[in-house]
Each structure stands twice: as structure tokens, then as C-alpha cells.
């Protein structure tokens, strides 16, 4: 497969399978994989880079209009790598949700809850005279 990245910045995202998508679809593409390399850099508190897998199946027997997308992100947190894939005939959505996974994973791993903070304080009543 072909290996691209779509735009030089300070984010690290690397692209297998951008050959099989036409201008439209890398544009919607990069807008949404930096704007989730963001999340996901707050997350782990850590510079990281990203792996964005594509893969467009095409329907039989229709016009070749209908396009299945599945999306594999892959990313290396400190301690180990997490990856999540999503399948949808909507490029948007199919993006969106495998990104959403892959924060879901991430914040399972590295986002700590206080339940102290979120506990009510006892407090006594006070003493009758």
C-alpha cells in the first residue's frame, strides 16, 4: 500500500491507502484526523503520532456510486499502543467514530476519576442546647 502523509505541520499523522480516495475525501480526511490528534495529544499528556489505515470497498451491482469505508487508526501511547477500526458507507461518520473509539480506549487507560471530589462531605447536624 501507499504510504503519504497528506500535510507537513507539527502533527505526526501518517496515511496508508490515500490512493484510493479522490481530492474530496483526503480534504474531509485531514480536517478530521488533526482536529482528533489534538484530543488525543491532551489525553495522554504526550506528543504522539497517528496511523490512519483506509480501505474503500466498492458495492456490486450498483453504479460504482456507493463506497463501504473502514478506518484503522493506530496510535503509541507510553506504555502500550491502542488502535480502533470503524466500517460506514459515510466517509464522515466512519472517521468520526473510529477516532471516538480510540479516545474511549485512551481515557479507559489514562484519564484517573476522583471520586472524593464528586463524594458530598458528611456533615453532622448541629447540637441542641
Do not use: C
Not at 102 to 113: G, S
Amino acid at each position: 500500500m501507499d504510504e503519504q502523509q497528506l500535510e507537513i505541520t507539527e502533527e505526526i499523522i501518517q496515511y496508508v491507502g490515500l490512493d484510493q480516495l479522490d481530492e474530496k475525501e483526503k480534504a474531509i480526511l485531514n480536517k478530521l484526523s488533526s482536529e482528533y490528534h489534538g484530543r488525543i495529544k491532551r489525553i495522554l499528556n504526550n506528543n504522539t503520532s497517528l496511523v490512519v489505515h483506509i480501505k474503500k470497498f466498492k458495492k456490486e451491482g450498483k453504479a460504482n456510486k456507493e463506497h463501504k469505508f473502514n478506518i484503522t487508526v493506530k496510535t503509541v501511547a507510553p506504555t502500550r499502543p491502542f488502535r480502533a477500526a470503524e466500517n460506514d458507507w459515510n466517509l464522515n461518520t466512519a472517521i468520526r467514530a473510529a477516532f471516538e473509539k480510540l479516545e474511549k480506549e485512551l481515557e479507559k487507560a489514562y484519564v484517573k476519576k476522583d471520586f472524593h471530589k464528586t463524594r458530598s462531605k458528611f456533615t453532622p447536624k448541629k447540637q441542641r442546647k
